[in-house]
């Protein structure tokens, strides 16, 4: 029988986030693994796969929730900087999170750990997903967490207005091909206005744009990426000459352009507000995170539940005529406080965990990082968009792979909102983002190297991708 843990959730995170030590003789004289996480699909599918663990070994596997956003990063902070004052022993974090948390040395490395353990390995995880969530230095081989939520973001859409003959019939004659899921931002924008009708309470296309945290910037960067622009070059610390590059601006000017076909107050919108617009039949198309499929499937919060269906983003035709789809890597890795009483049982609940048998059942409501699972055809089998996510985070991008990654995400998120809200052009504010960013760099003591970058396209630099003709989702 596992033990219970006396706090209430609201206390603790109150507790956590105000620095205090809310778990002092709060708990049972019992042993349990305290986890720090975000409520959602990830939060029900760790406790559903976790109930063999407590039976097997009488360890209680309780989770703290905190909201996603900044009280997160705050709360996990919080935990840190008191020393573990929260008595938290796993965690989940953001993977752009990690360089901050391992740099400080809050954080278990587990490289060693998984190389000397005889239930997991390495190989068992896609190295795509180490990388992304688990890795820093990057290309360094140092593993600081395991994937547990991975996420993109998708497109959602009525299926039902997109199936609609007569709609068919009038989007072809107005705009002179097939009304389908499209391939460009080029077509979302033709599909977003022939779907906008205030009149009937209809709208074409939804998007994050809030202030808080990363919503504006997760979703602005994929069309900043998809029109062959970047945030800067990793190698070299520019921010200047990538960021503030036409192909940049081409990408941003499309996402301020999609605000056209949005509800009244959309510019403001995070992603319940997106959400919330789409479950209440408002909005034909949304940008969303796959995270939210299963919410917006679900009849009891969805007005629009049986007519929703889904598919990767679209693409773009940058100035360089090449072709690209790429799109904001989301999700966390789990991985464990430098600070708990507990590191080594913890260790062990991660080795269980990530065994085959946890991760299939985990998997049926959250994707997992197991090669057999994700290559196994009855996943793709268990919920309606398995099969697009699948091939999803092959077209990933991420942010900045540093400890300073907040306060670049505030500097990018702040100038986004200037744009947003017409304060400054687009071209002003991508300017003034990458000026304000390679002074805190500077301030921070990287080396910034100057570098020729030709013709304004950034991603033939930094990355280069794309195709002379348009692809499909991970083709």
Not at 30 to 54: E, F, I, S
Not at 215 to 234: D, I, K, Q, R, T
Not at 264 to 286: D, H, K, S
Request: aromatic share 14%; glycine share 8%.
């Amino acid at each position: 029988m596992g033990c219970k843990v006396m706090a209430s959730t609201s206390t603790i995170i109150a507790g956590l986030v105000a620095g205090l030590l809310p778990l002092a003789g709060a708990a049972e004289p019992c042993k349990r693994l305290l986890v720090l996480m975000h409520p959602g699909p990830v939060t029900d599918a760790l406790q559903a796969a976790a109930k063999p663990y407590t039976e097997k070994t009488g360890i209680e596997i309780a989770l703290v929730t905190v909201p996603y956003g900044g009280q997160w990063h705050e709360a996990i902070a919080a935990e840190f900087a008191t020393r573990g004052a929260g008595g938290i022993d796993l965690l989940f974090w953001d993977s752009q999170m990690a360089p901050e948390f391992a740099s400080q040395r809050n954080i278990v490395p587990l490289h060693d750990r998984l190389a000397k353990s005889t239930k997991i390995k390495r190989a068992d995880f896609d190295e795509r997903y180490l990388r992304f969530y688990s890795e820093y230095p990057e290309g360094s081989g140092q593993l600081w967490a395991l994937p547990i939520n991975l996420d993109t973001l998708c497109l959602m859409y009525r299926k039902d207005l997109f199936e609609n003959p007569a709609e068919q019939a009038a989007f072809k004659k107005k705009y002179g091909y097939e009304l389908k899921v499209p391939d460009t931002y080029q077509q979302v924008r033709d599909i977003a206005e022939f779907f906008t009708r205030p009149q009937q309470g209809l709208y074409g296309w939804a998007q994050m744009a809030g202030r808080e945290y990363d919503f504006a910037s997760s979703a602005a960067n994929c069309f900043l990426w998809s029109y062959g622009g970047e945030l800067w070059n990793p190698q070299t610390k520019e921010v200047r000459g990538y960021l503030d590059a036409p192909a940049s601006a081409d990408g941003i000017k499309m996402y301020l352009k999609m605000f056209e076909y949005g509800p009244p107050g959309c510019t403001n919108w995070g992603w319940n507000e997106v959400n919330q617009a789409f479950q209440l039949g408002r909005v034909a198309m949304i940008q969303q995170w796959y995270f939210f499929c299963q919410m917006n499937t679900d009849p009891k919060v969805s007005a629009v539940a049986d007519r929703v269906s889904f598919a990767n983003l679209p693409g773009a035709h940058g100035r360089d005529g090449r072709f690209r789809r790429e799109y904001s890597l989301g999700g966390q890795g789990l991985g464990i406080s430098r600070y708990s009483k507990q590191i080594e049982e913890a260790w062990r609940f991660l080795e269980w965990f990530y065994t085959f048998e946890p991760q299939w059942e985990f998997a049926r409501l959250a994707p997992s990082a197991r090669r057999d699972v994700l290559e196994d055809p009855r996943w793709l089998q268990q919920r309606p968009w398995y099969p697009a996510f699948s091939v999803a985070l092959r077209n990933v991008n991420d942010y900045w792979v540093a400890p300073e990654y907040m306060s670049l995400l505030a500097i990018w998120q702040d100038e986004l909102g200037a744009m947003i809200t017409r304060h400054k052009t687009v071209e002003q504010g991508l300017v003034d983002a990458a000026q304000r960013q390679e002074a805190l760099l500077a301030a921070k003591g990287y080396h910034i190297q100057r570098t020729a970058n030709p013709g304004g396209i950034p991603d033939l630099v930094v990355t280069p991708v794309g195709r002379t003709q348009v692809y499909q989702k991970g083709d």
